[in-house]
């Protein structure tokens, strides 16, 4: 275990969050089925007041959670100097693979679920009579199981990494020629994959901010358009094709570019030689997320009450998207401008 000021906030962090988040859990899980089977105003005026705690402490937590994913890559950079062989973040994950793997894997997702949560919750208290509470107990206590999951891995990731492990870095594997990363794309697009990639990066990208400038002027001319849902489900998949492609790009083409590596695709070198890319590849993810925020709204929260501020909600969701991928775009040219 390597103890300094990054792992021990991560500690703290987990173990409350895991206290915390299990309570919360538990008596949310409770609260949905009696608010299900509430048939009296008064009844639910009672299970409201008996929640209110509970999703407070559940919002505190959540937005912690949300701050916890970023640190969790300040802390694994933080051990760079006590893991033998490790130059980068990919190193330290080499010390425990499978579980720094899946830890990668979680946190995007508990990212997603807890800013939709938030986005329902917020909606929720915009209202006379908090028609999404049922759903959102029951989305809290989903919720609390993820991040749970997530606290755990966390925990045992950095109880198992000790000081003075011996591993190889990133050279290792994204420098190869059969790294999948080229080979599945070589194999479909052929030898001029790169170039093929860049614009058809580009190109997608535009495209989807078109796509949700679009759908936002249209939002606002009826409550409840028919094209609505459908149209946000497929945005949403769009966006994820392209979260995709930007990933695949960023390792193929754009990082050794902006590194002046040629023959060098490691993202984590990437985040530690031009740091203000990992604000650039943030504001992505974040826009990628707030396409998904709008569907997930949309999905799970109709209702008389919400009819006339969901437009306002998804609007404002779009708007964020298309500032965060335009800012994004933006930093990425610059910085293959200047390279």
């Known amino acids: 275990m390597i103890l300094n000021v990054f792992?021990?906030?991560?500690?703290?962090?987990?173990?409350?969050?895991?206290?915390?988040?299990?309570?919360?859990?538990?008596?949310?899980?409770?609260?949905?089925?009696?608010?299900r089977r509430s048939s009296k105003g008064e009844e639910k005026t009672h299970l409201e007041g008996k929640s209110h705690l509970i999703l407070l402490i559940a919002v505190v937590v959540l937005v912690i959670r949300l701050l916890n994913w970023p640190w969790f890559y300040a802390t694994l950079q933080s051990f760079i100097p006590e893991i033998n062989g490790a130059m980068c973040i990919f190193g330290v994950t080499q010390a425990n693979p499978t579980l720094t793997g899946i830890s990668e894997i979680i946190k995007p997702i508990s990212f997603f679920l807890i800013g939709a949560w938030?986005?329902?919750?917020?909606?929720?208290?915009?209202?006379?009579?908090?028609?999404?509470?049922?759903?959102?107990?029951?989305?809290?206590?989903?919720?609390?199981?993820?991040?749970?999951?997530?606290?755990?891995?966390?925990?045992?990731?950095?109880?198992?990494?000790?000081?003075?492990?011996?591993?190889?870095?990133?050279?290792?594997?994204?420098?190869?020629?059969?790294?999948?990363?080229r080979l599945v794309p070589k194999s479909i697009l052929g030898?001029?994959?790169?170039?093929?990639?860049?614009?058809?990066?580009?190109a997608s990208t535009l495209l989807l901010l078109l796509l949700l400038v679009l759908c936002m002027r249209g939002m606002g001319r009826s409550s409840q358009p028919r094209w609505r849902r459908p149209v946000l489900g497929f945005l949403f998949f769009y966006a994820i094709l392209s979260a995709s492609l930007f990933l695949l790009t960023q390792i193929e083409v754009f990082a050794p570019k902006i590194m002046g590596l040629p023959f060098h695709h490691c993202l984590y070198c990437l985040w530690q030689y031009v740091p203000d890319s990992i604000l650039m590849m943030f504001l992505y993810a974040f826009g990628i997320f707030a396409v998904g925020w709008a569907f997930l709204l949309d999905l799970t929260s109709r209702t008389d009450e919400t009819l006339g501020l969901l437009p306002r909600y998804l609007g404002r969701l779009y708007a964020l998207a298309v500032f965060c991928l335009a800012a994004s775009l933006v930093m990425l040219t610059v910085h293959l401008i200047i390279s």
């Not at 609390?144 to 290792?172: H, K, Q, W, Y």
């Not at 093929?196 to 580009?202: A, C, E, R, V």
């Open 7 to 35: 792992s021990i906030t991560e500690f703290f962090i987990g173990f409350l969050s895991l206290i915390l988040m299990a309570w919360a859990g538990i008596l949310s899980f409770i609260l949905a089925g009696r608010w």
């Open 191 to 202: 030898p001029g994959y790169a170039s093929m990639l860049h614009y058809g990066f580009y």
């Open 118 to 181: 938030l986005l329902i919750h917020a909606l929720d208290r915009s209202t006379q009579t908090s028609p999404l509470m049922g759903r959102k107990l029951l989305f809290l206590s989903i919720i609390a199981l993820v991040v749970i999951a997530e606290n755990l891995l966390d925990i045992v990731l950095f109880l198992r990494t000790s000081p003075g492990m011996l591993i190889s870095c990133c050279t290792t594997v994204t420098d190869i020629l059969e790294r999948p990363t």
